[in-house]
């Protein structure tokens, strides 16, 4: 189906044709009156979605367990007067937000009801390769996989979604992904009240079939594969959102196949970042606009007057290549008439001594189509070794198609970066003919016989064969590694 179908359907067609047209010159005046023909408050009449906190237990050695469960018989209404199947965990589309504390143990059972092999990965955390759910931990229909792990980093925003070889896409696209969110009690005093003044945002494309369904044929397809014209925020199409508190903070993941989010607000108001993927800022800083590429993640912060609307949308430039195109309303915020007063955010945000992350060995990356250094993944070869805890500078180069790096089992920061763009990092945009310069701190779990990937994180391309693996092992045992897998177990 194409772009306009959709819109006269729903009918928005005059409002998203205009929207197309004026985009840019509307983000540039700053105006929310550009694209509008509508009055604002009948283009957002459901409420958003908010995910469930996901149940735990506490062990008897003080772990605490999850129980998640994947399946492929959902049923959920995103349009009106139709029914789309979908795929969730622990429901019928997305998952629970899992929650964990810095330092705590977690033990976790996976269960998968799925007529096929799935993984599910944590993508963010720290842990033994083992524990990843990578492709090196499939879990067969009928299984229940049971990783377990310690939580040895900074409070973040993570998430976790399937990684099985060849099918992420398609998984995801489905429905299997939620957010796990790592919490530090001895962390700064921000807005942490889940779901009434800290909201999760996970933001979907999707295209639809005329009978309601999540239109499938290009999802592995094409350059990108697809890029939908139906915006979904928690599974929820065009929601509103109404506030009792002044002061809210946003917990942004593009989940997206492979459409880069421009978020900010319509009106071009301020508001500030304080986390990126992987931790948080040092300081917040202030901003009206932010990227996001599949697999990234970003905490906002804003304060709104008693009584106002405001609308979230994405702008992306109008002359980008095809997964930034586009403007897309997000999420209309309400504000109560007694919403509660403005807080205003600490100075530091970073606890504790500041994570070192300098520059180190180099490891060159050069991105080519689909492939990393002029090859496509093997699931059976070791591209590179990496010392346990080891700073290494990664140079990401990138040809004429953007990607979205995301390397496991390591954080980085952009090297020459300033501001929001410093921070944490465990995926990163790569603009065509980009150079990026990381410093990347791996883990310090050995296990110099499963790999972690890195892999774009546009799914299409990452089931294409776009990634490559490495072993973290112990000092001075580089050169010992195996470099294939084949004929081993694991
Ligand atoms: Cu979000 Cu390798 O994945
Ligand atoms: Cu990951
Ligand atoms: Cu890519």
Not at 160 to 170: D, E, I, K, L, Q
Not at 405 to 414: E, K, P, Q, S, V
Not at 448 to 459: D, G, V
Request: net charge neutral.
């Amino acid at each position: 189906m194409t772009r306009m179908h959709a819109e006269a359907r729903t009918g928005r067609r005059t409002l998203l044709l205009a929207g197309a047209l004026a985009g840019l010159a509307a983000a540039c005046r700053g105006s929310q009156s550009g694209a509008d023909t509508a009055p604002t408050a009948d283009r957002f009449v459901t409420d958003l979605r908010i995910p469930p906190l996901a149940a735990s237990t506490i062990d008897s050695d003080g772990a605490r367990r999850f129980a998640l469960a994947l399946r492929d018989d959902g049923r959920s209404s995103f349009l009106p007067g139709t029914t789309t199947p979908t795929w969730g965990v622990n429901g019928d589309y997305l998952g629970p937000t899992v929650r964990v504390r810095v330092g705590e143990r977690v033990r976790m059972a996976v269960a998968s009801r799925l007529a096929e092999r799935t993984t599910l990965h944590w993508h963010g955390m720290l842990l033994p390769a083992r524990m990843d759910g990578g492709p090196h931990q499939p879990i067969e229909p009928g299984a229940t996989w049971l990783p377990q792990w310690t939580v040895r980093q900074p409070a973040a925003t993570l998430w976790y979604h399937p990684h099985a070889h060849g099918s992420t896409a398609m998984h995801v696209y489905r429905g299997l992904a939620g957010l796990l969110v790592v919490d530090d009690p001895n962390g700064p005093e921000l807005p942490g009240r889940y779901g009434i003044d800290d909201i999760p945002l996970i933001l979907q494309d999707r295209r639809f079939d005329p009978d309601g369904r999540f239109a499938e044929a290009d999802v592995d397809d094409g350059t990108y594969g697809l890029l939908g014209d139906t915006i979904l925020i928690n599974g929820t199409v065009r929601p509103r959102l109404r506030l009792r508190d002044r002061t809210v903070r946003l917990r942004l993941l593009n989940a997206a196949n492979a459409r880069v989010f421009h978020p900010g607000f319509a009106d071009g108001r301020p508001f500030q970042v304080v986390g990126t993927d992987a931790g948080l800022l040092d300081r917040p800083v202030t901003t009206t606009r932010v990227r996001m590429s599949p697999g990234e993640r970003v905490e906002i912060v804003v304060s709104l007057a008693a009584r106002e609307r405001v609308v979230l949308d994405s702008r992306g430039p109008d002359h980008a290549s095809d997964p930034e195109r586009g403007h897309f309303p997000l999420l209309q915020l309400e504000v109560r008439p007694d919403a509660a007063d403005p807080v205003a955010l600490p100075d530091r945000l970073a606890v504790g001594s500041p994570q070192p992350y300098r520059a180190g060995p180099l490891r060159r990356f050069r991105l080519d189509a689909l492939e990393i250094n002029g090859r496509r993944g093997d699931p059976a070869r070791i591209d590179e070794v990496v010392v346990a805890g080891a700073h290494e500078t990664w140079e990401i180069s990138n040809g004429r198609y953007a990607h979205s790096l995301h390397i496991h089992g390591a954080h980085f920061r952009l090297l020459d970066a300033t501001g929001a763009d410093a921070g944490l990092k465990d995926t990163v945009f790569v603009p065509p003919g980009a150079t990026l310069r990381l410093a990347v701190r791996f883990g310090t779990d050995i296990d110099p016989a499963t790999p972690y990937m890195y892999h774009c994180h546009l799914l299409r391309h990452e089931d294409g064969g776009m990634s490559g693996q490495f072993v973290v092992v112990a000092p001075g045992t580089e050169n010992e590694v195996p470099r294939s897998l084949r004929g081993h177990h694991h």
